[in-house]
């Protein structure tokens, strides 16, 4: 069983930055891959990007450039720096961890997210 505990959401100016945070628990977490996904209101689930255990990772082509995932093995915390936020971008950002993928079946554990607002 792995635990995930997402932090760092909260409300931000249209071009501002965050941080998120994604602190993993479990005996075998760092053995997966965590991913972002975020889901705004009426809207299905969407990949921001994940990362490998190796640090290989996989970003979204919409959001390239803007968002860069990371991970410190060390600290079991993956996180998400996520820059010049548009209003668009308000969603639930949730982490999940699982095989490395951009499709969200492909991932077994969930934390309960963190909203991301970006006022205009």
């Known amino acids: 069983q792995v635990q995930l505990v997402e932090s760092g959401g909260g409300l931000v100016q249209a071009g501002g930055s965050l941080r998120l945070s994604c602190t993993a628990s479990?005996?075998?977490?760092?053995?997966?891959?965590i991913a972002w996904f975020r889901q705004a209101p009426g809207t299905e689930r969407q990949f921001v990007a994940t990362?490998?255990?190796?640090?290989?990772?996989l970003h979204a082509d919409s959001l390239k450039g803007r968002f860069t995932i990371s991970r410190d093995n060390a600290e079991n915390t993956v996180y998400l720096q996520m820059s010049s936020l548009k209003p668009e971008d308000t969603a639930i950002y949730y982490c999940?961890?699982?095989?490395?993928?951009?499709?969200?079946?492909?991932?077994?554990?969930w934390g309960q997210g963190t909203q991301v607002t970006v006022s205009s």
């Open positions: 479990g005996r075998t977490s760092s053995n997966y891959a």
């Open positions: 999940a961890a699982g095989v490395f993928s951009q499709f969200s079946g492909s991932y077994n554990f």
């Open positions: 990362i490998r255990p190796s640090g290989a990772t």
